[in-house]
């Protein structure tokens, strides 16, 4: 059975500074891996998502994601940090099959002091 | 850009009441996803639908739910008769073609609280 682990359920980080969001993912093959944002009164918003080729994506908003297979890790990461980045992260793995469903982590909050 | 919309936004029901939740999927999507997310816990997969019938569907999802396309646009989710732990935001996702390679899209999700 796929799951995942998002070890910080907090992180508090200054205006401007970098960002890391971490992700552990177990899955029998190699997975479809999703980062997802939700922010207050919103859905889930894609920021992106990782298939295959290139191990580092670029999503919006100036993220990007790091798949690494030794360590059955997808980390979030972005370089400078804006107010309205604060918001919640969710990590998601999808399987391969036909009717494919999202087994998300249990998301980390991020807040964005000034 | 095309979004999922979902309503209401928030339902309060009393215990043992039927409720239907209402999803306005993107309108060249063929796959449909009702998740849940309980107040401090993972989202969780309830089921998908494609072709008005169900495709997968979790332990969640037992006779007291049921999912329906009523006409072109809408995609609904209808619990039987609530009980206190459906208390949860239910959110409504359509893909269009099934596979890990096609993005989810979300809508808002509807916050339900029985009381």
């Known amino acids: 059975a796929q799951s995942v682990t998002q070890p910080d359920i907090h992180i508090t980080v200054s205006e401007g500074a970098s960002l890391e969001l971490r992700c552990n993912y177990s899955y029998g093959a190699t997975p479809y891996l999703f980062w997802y944002v939700q922010s207050p009164g919103q859905g889930l918003q894609l920021l992106l998502k990782?298939?295959?080729?290139?191990?580092l994506v670029q999503g919006i908003k100036g993220f990007e994601a790091e798949f690494k297979r030794s360590q059955s890790s997808f980390n979030l990461r972005k370089p400078s940090v804006h107010w309205s980045d604060a918001a919640e992260y969710f990590c998601a793995v999808g399987a391969r099959a036909a009717g494919n469903k999202l087994t998300f982590g249990g998301g980390t909050r991020v807040l964005v002091k000034p | 850009e095309p979004e999922v919309t979902q309503t209401p936004s928030h339902q309060v029901t009393q215990m043992g009441q039927e409720v239907i939740l209402r999803c306005v999927p993107i309108s060249n999507h063929l796959y449909f996803y009702w998740y849940r997310q309980i107040l401090g816990q993972k989202v969780e997969f309830l089921v998908s639908f494609y072709n008005n019938e169900i495709s997968e569907k979790s332990e969640i999802f037992d006779d007291q739910f049921s999912v329906e396309r009523p006409d072109g646009s809408n995609f609904t989710l209808k619990i039987r008769s609530t009980k206190l732990e459906d208390s949860a935001m239910y959110f409504c996702a359509s893909s269009v073609d099934s596979g890990g390679a096609y993005t989810q899209y979300f809508g808002p999700g509807t916050r339900l609280t029985v009381l």
């Open positions: 990782y298939f295959s080729g290139d191990t």
